[in-house]
Antibody, heavy 123, light 107 residues
Framework: QVQLVQSGAEVKKPGASVKVSCKASGYTFTSYDINWVRQATGQGLEWMGWVNANSGNTGYAQKFQGRVTMTRNTSISTAYMELSSLRSEDTAVYYC????????????????WGQGSTVTVSS | EIVLTQSPGTLSLSPGERATLSCRASQSVSSSYLAWYQQKPGQGPRLLIYGASSRATGIPDRFSGSGSGTDFTLTISRLEPEDFAVYYCQQYGSSPLFGGGTKVEIK
């Protein structure tokens, strides 16, 4: 079945970096964008950016520009989100989600989500 | 930058009642890029509606979306016990973002 499986929970110190992975299966990885969305405890959803799984092109929310890097490895159908200069406010659950259909050139919504990766930033 | 405002913040209803959730954009949004999600406690979001009015795979027909331009609506025709959750609208234009959410709680 179509699924995205994310890496496990991380605990980081302020100022460090974290890299979360998202492995796709059950569909052609390079046919869709992968988006990253985070959610702090008790808060709403916050879109961070996307990576075109075919070309590797990226688009980031202005808030994260300069601090986030999204990449992918097509040989293992895996996308990555690296966030640097971590601070306590970055403590959240990070989700990857399948986005734009690159073949149909259409957005059918974020229809497949990973299980979420908890990142805790604490000294 | 577009802002999505969802209202009300909380909707208190009983099972069987109709729920009407609003999502208002600060500037016009392409209907092709407007989606709705449901999220239950401890779970990730679930896609309900894309393209403002198309139901995602497996979504019951009691969920419907409508609207265009700056005003969009998610309607749940008759609330089932499993529908009590938080609902988010999302636009996926040049700078994607989510609305703040509407919590549908049991009255």
């Amino acid at each position: 079945q179509v699924q995205l499986v994310q890496s496990g929970a991380e605990v980081k110190k302020p100022g460090a970096s974290v890299k979360v992975s998202c492995k796709a299966s059950g569909y052609t990885f390079t046919s869709y964008d992968i988006n990253w969305v985070r959610q702090a405890t008790g808060q709403g959803l916050e879109w961070m950016g996307w990576v075109n799984a075919n070309s590797g092109n990226t688009g980031y929310a202005q808030k994260f520009q300069g601090r986030v890097t999204m990449t992918r490895n097509t040989s293992i159908s895996t996308a990555y989100m690296e966030l640097s200069s971590l601070r306590s406010e970055d403590t959240a659950v990070y989700y990857c989600a399948r986005g734009r259909d690159l073949v149909e050139h259409y957005y059918f919504g974020m229809d497949v989500w990973g299980q979420g990766s908890t990142v805790t930033v604490s000294s | 930058e577009i802002v999505l405002t969802q209202s009300p913040g909380t909707l208190s209803l009983s099972p069987g009642e109709r729920a009407t959730l609003s999502c208002r954009a600060s500037q016009s949004v392409s209907s092709s890029y407007l989606a709705w999600y449901q999220q239950k406690p401890g779970q990730g979001p679930r896609l309900l509606i894309y393209g403002a009015s198309s139901r995602a795979t497996g979504i019951p027909d009691r969920f419907s979306g409508s609207g265009s331009g700056t005003d969009f609506t998610l309607t749940i025709s008759r609330l089932e016990p499993e529908d009590f959750a938080v609902y988010y609208c999302q636009q996926y234009g040049s700078s994607p973002l989510f609305g703040g959410g509407t919590k549908v709680e049991i009255k």
